[in-house]
């Protein structure tokens, strides 16, 4: 069984049958924990029932005279069955099992009540874990005080599940009281279950979802004063990012060099969450110091810190800082993500920077990243009525972008592609709207894309009917005589030769004045809120962790217990 041999343990369990005809319980159990292990239930259960029947089968040999009872299973058979209706998420059957437990007075210890406590939790139905709870410390609170000696004692283990059901269910309030009896149960009695590091990392889990900061606060000070547990670094990231995201500076500070004093090593999630702090504060200054000082400690930042400090040029206005900071990125060779492009180019387009917008989503597609739709439309569109290109730039934009879109299959829709069409008709003096004619048959699919009747469109457009062969001239090109494209591999990439000019990593502290602006990259009075744009509305809402008191103080109805 512990090599997951169930096909060689059921034949060595049936030669056994064979040669002994009779079946310790001890052989029985281990089936069943085996097949619960293999999630095979049925087969577990139908195991259990065995024991009752082999065991009538023996009494009968013993004594004929003796009337048949049914067998009761022992403890160890029950908590093998536990264990493995829990496991199979069989709530049901479990505590089945555990009413037939309390009707043959079977005696519960403190490993039937942790498998039901874990059961509970693993099907999410956490106020009976909380209930279960209820009705053990009071079991136990009623013992001591009838000065009984009760063989039950909750351990620290179980503790720990029952808070981390108080957590999941939102109920911080019985959190925060179990919590209390321990710290009061250990300062009194020597034998008490004492809090361990996971008992605290749940805790301030739950203050930390709860925004509980002066319980947070305290039991953070309680920690640092424990000699007999030290603080490890997910427990300071735990901490540090509560503080974070309720803005409180000072705290996320003083954590941050408590971890420098007790030599815990720093990581790229650490600076991330004091990043972010900044970011939300947008205390540009600051949040550049801790970018250069994770840089310096060769710690490499993650896409997420590079989108959440590009994030805040953008809306500072600042796009050639984002956009340095964007080719930054690329030479120390973090690959961007789609949203990082998007601000980069939504950007641009704000600023009418037509030509870069189009070099930064030509190089996107190359990197097979996938815009949304309406980007498509939206440098279409600029494309279309910017003044700052020639008509011959338009045109090799659009035929590169296109061919690109075809080369990762990427399917835009057709008003956004009538535009593009608009764009190459320009080239020939035409009017493209006012010679428009139906016939539409679909959507563009670039990927193996071509028009009817004209094999040299293959690279550029789209699926279309016999109505549109009318103007396919508007290319009015010969495709083996195709001007050498600026996009080609043996000609220099406007988008790869500004993005790769440095082989060396960049400092933002190392910038020249000339590289960036005449402010100061940490001058934090020039910092302005940029106007609302929708496009940043819908796309970058979520850009600061919400405050949520979710405090749930659950009522449990007063019912029988199936343990009593």
């Known amino acids: 069984m512990r090599f997951n041999r169930l096909d060689r343990a059921e034949e060595l369990f049936n030669e056994m049958t064979e040669k002994r005809g009779v079946i310790s319980e001890y052989a029985y159990n281990i089936m069943i924990k085996g097949y619960g292990k293999m999630f095979k239930l049925t087969k577990a259960y139908e195991m259990f029932n065995k024991i009752k029947l082999l065991s009538n089968e023996k009494k009968e040999d013993d004594d004929e005279k003796s009337e048949k009872e049914e067998y009761i299973p022992n403890s160890t058979s029950y908590a ?31 490993n039937i009540y942790s498998t039901m406590v874990n059961g509970y939790k693993k099907t999410k139905n956490y ?25 039950l004692k909750l351990s620290t283990i179980f503790f720990n599940s029952i808070l981390e059901c108080c957590v999941e269910a939102q109920n911080y309030k019985k959190m925060d009281e179990i919590a209390t009896y321990m710290k009061e149960k250990a300062s009194t009695y020597k034998n008490s279950a004492l809090m361990d590091l996971i008992t605290y990392s749940i805790v301030i889990k739950g203050y930390a979802k709860s925004n509980s900061m002066s319980k947070l606060t305290g039991i953070y000070s309680l920690m640092q004063t424990n000699k007999e547990g030290k603080l490890d670094d997910m427990l300071y990231k735990s901490i540090m990012d509560c503080y974070s995201r309720n803005d409180d500076e000072a705290n996320v500070i003083r954590v941050f060099n408590d971890m420098k004093v007790s030599n815990v090593k720093l990581d790229v999630v650490i600076y991330g ?6 970011c939300n504060m947008r205390n540009c200054n600051k949040a550049f110091e801790l970018f250069d000082e ?32 964007f080719r ?3 030479v120390n060779g973090v690959q961007p993500d789609m949203r990082i492009y998007e601000l980069i180019v939504q950007a641009c387009l704000d600023q009418d920077r037509i030509k870069e917008a189009a070099e930064f ?61 608009s764009v190459l008709n320009e080239n020939q003096g035409n009017n493209y709207y006012s010679n428009r004619q139906t016939g539409y048959s679909g959507q563009v699919n670039h990927a193996g894309s071509n028009f009817n009747n004209n094999p040299q469109m293959n690279n550029h457009g789209g699926n279309y009917n016999n109505n549109y062969t009318k103007r396919n001239n508007y290319f009015n090109y010969n495709g083996e005589q195709e001007e050498k494209s600026i996009y080609d591999t043996n000609v220099s990439d406007p988008v790869s030769s500004r993005m790769n000019n440095s082989n060396k990593k960049i400092s933002y502290t190392s910038l020249s004045d000339s590289q960036l602006n005449s402010n ?43 343990y009593s």
């Not at 106020?127 to 009760?150: G, R």
């Not at 994030?311 to 956009?323: E, H």
């Open 80 to 110: 093998s069955m536990l264990n493995a209706s829990t496991r199979c998420k069989d709530i049901d059957l479990a505590e089945h099992l555990v009413c037939e437990m309390t009707k043959n007075k079977v005696e519960k210890n403190l």
């Open 127 to 151: 106020s009976k874990a909380i209930e279960l709870y209820d009705y053990l410390n009071n079991k136990i609170e009623s013992e001591n005080e009838k000065e009984e000696k009760s063989g």
């Open 273 to 278: 969450i004091i990043i972010k702090l900044y």
């Open 294 to 325: 994770c840089v310096k400690a060769e710690i490499k930042p993650t896409v997420i810190i590079y989108q959440m400090l590009i994030k805040l040029q953008v809306k500072s206005q600042f796009i050639d800082r984002a956009i340095t900071l």
């Open 328 to 330: 930054n990125m690329l």
């Open 361 to 421: 989503i030509i190089g996107a597609t190359r990197g097979a990243i996938k815009f949304e739709k309406y980007i498509y439309d939206t440098i279409a569109k600029a494309i279309l009525t910017t003044g700052n290109l020639k008509i011959a730039e338009k045109c090799e934009y659009v035929r590169t972008l296109l061919k690109c879109l075809g080369d990762i299959n990427i399917i835009i829709d057709r008003n956004t592609h009538e535009i593009f069409c």
């Open 520 to 562: 100061s990259i940490y001058n934090t009075n020039s910092y302005t809120d940029s106007t609302s744009r929708n496009s940043f509305k819908s796309k970058n809402k979520n850009s600061n962790f919400s405050n949520q008191n979710f405090f749930n103080n659950n009522n449990y109805s007063e019912e029988k217990s199936i």
